[in-house]
Structure formats: structure tokens, C-alpha cells
């Protein structure tokens, strides 16, 4: 069996990962063609790390040499990567979905090139029962975000509106809006309500609601949807990623499973 040439972009936290799986547990069945970071030390240090010593590559030459690119980079990189891989024909999977809303032409390109795009469920859960759901009709999607006050230290909406999170006493609704605006308020959200939005019925109409309390200790994502087929709500309460607080530690799981399902002949969900 042919192996997988698989190109990881992004050698932080959820590439890190992904490269130690690949190298250990799915080396069978893949094999990693190359890593690229901008942050060379970053790419040195997991090289080190894995036993197949891939070699560090320039992000074109990369996609070149993979059957599949992984972007675990940024959300200002992930289109253009999107762009590049269809450009060479490669299949694409993207974690910094939250940099492909306004790029949805992609999708159309990707398609009529044979180019499969896979974007992980990332930090929230339901995203399968929304598939099935918007095969009929969805009328109304929504994300309740809620975060401790220090995971939204630095949003442009705390610093534009002047909040003062260090006085909030109970709990405080911050933001209620359409997802389009709450992506470019507090772009740290930006990946679940993009792929809420991208799965559903898209930014302008899906709601986001961000609430914060000092008693907070987790990230939690609450996704509610109605439709044709009823009601669904979903509630994950993440903890962070053992290296990066950032990043909800289910983030890095769904990026495995996803690599995986990839690679397996049973696709399981919608
Ligand atoms: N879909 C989701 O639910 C979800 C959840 C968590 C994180 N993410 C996104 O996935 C991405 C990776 O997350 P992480 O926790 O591994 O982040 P991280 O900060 O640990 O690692 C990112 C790495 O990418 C590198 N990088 C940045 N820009 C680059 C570029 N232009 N080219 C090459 N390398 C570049 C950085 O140097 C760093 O090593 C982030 O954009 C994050 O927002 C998505």
C-alpha cells in the first residue's frame, strides 16, 4: 500500500501533535513529507523529536511534495494555503478555519479541481447532526461562548469598548451578534463560529453570544440549532491544550480523529 505523504504547516501545539502520530501509531499507513514553520526553532525542536527526521520545507515546495497538507498555522495563512493546495491539486486539511469566511469561492475551486478540503470539528461538538440537518431546512444557529475574563484579555472589542475585565464581578454578557462581527470582535473565537457558520447557514445569520465570569474556569462552546429536524444543543467544556492555553485540548483530538478518518475506510458520522 502506498503511503499518505502527508505536509504539516505549523509546528505548534496541534502540528507537534499530529507529526508524533503520524510518525508513531499511523506510520503504516503515512508517512510525513515535509514540516514548515516560520519560527525555525519551533520546527527544529519537533524534528529532533520524531524518528523519521522529515526535512523543513518552504510552504510550496511542501504541498508539492504532500498527497495532503495540514495548516496548523494561522488563521492570516490558512486561504492562501487553501489557494496553493488547489493550485498543485492536493488535498488540503485546515485547523485556522476562522480565515476562510469571505473565501467561500475556494469551495467551488476545490470541487471542480477534485481537490478534497477537510476541516476539523475543532473545540466544538454537533458539527455531524448540523451536516444531516441542513440537508433540510435550518432556521436558526447559534454559538454561547463562554470564557474566564483572561481568554479574552487583548480582543479588539475589550479594548475598543474599554472593558475593564479585571472589575467584572458576576457574570456578564459581552457580546450578542452575528457571527460575522463577533469573528472580527474577538478573533480568538473566530474557528468555531466560522465552521459553525460554514456548516449552517452562514455568518451574517448565525448568532454568537459571548459571556464572561470570574467563576469561569473553562472555555465552554454551547451550539443551539433548529430546523426541519428539530432542536439540537450541544455544550463542550473544554480544557486547554496541555502547551498552549489558547487552543482547547479537544481541538488537537478532533485534529487526529480527523487525520485518521482520512486514512481509514470506515467514515463514521453524517
Ligand atoms: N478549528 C478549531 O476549533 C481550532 C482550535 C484551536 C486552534 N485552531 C487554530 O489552529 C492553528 C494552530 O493552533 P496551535 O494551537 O497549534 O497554535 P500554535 O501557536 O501552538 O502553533 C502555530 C504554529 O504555526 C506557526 N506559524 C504561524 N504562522 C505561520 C506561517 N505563516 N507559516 C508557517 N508557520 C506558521 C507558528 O510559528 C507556530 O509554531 C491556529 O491558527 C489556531 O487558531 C483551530
Redo the contacts with the bound molecule.
Sequence with gaps: MNKLKIGI???????SKLAKVIDKELKDRARIAGL????KE?LERLRRRLKSKPASLE?LDLIKKSNLAIE??????SAHILKNAINAKKDVML????GLLGHERLFELAQKRGIKVYL?S???GGVDAIKAASQAKIRSARLITRKPPRGLEGAPYIIKKKINLKKIKGEKILFDGPAAEAVKAFPKNI??SA?LSLTGIGANKTRVTIITSPSYKRNSHQVEVCGDFGKLITKTENVP?P??L???YL?VL?AIATLKQILSPVKMGT
Design positions: 504547516i505549523g509546528c505548534g501545539v496541534i502540528g514548515c514553520d516560520i519560527d519551533k510552504l496548523a498555522a494561522s488563521a492570516k495563512v485547523m485556522s478555519v476562522g476539523p475543532g473545540a466544538i474557528n468555531v465552521l491544550a502547551d498552549n489558547k487552543t482547547s481541538a478532533s
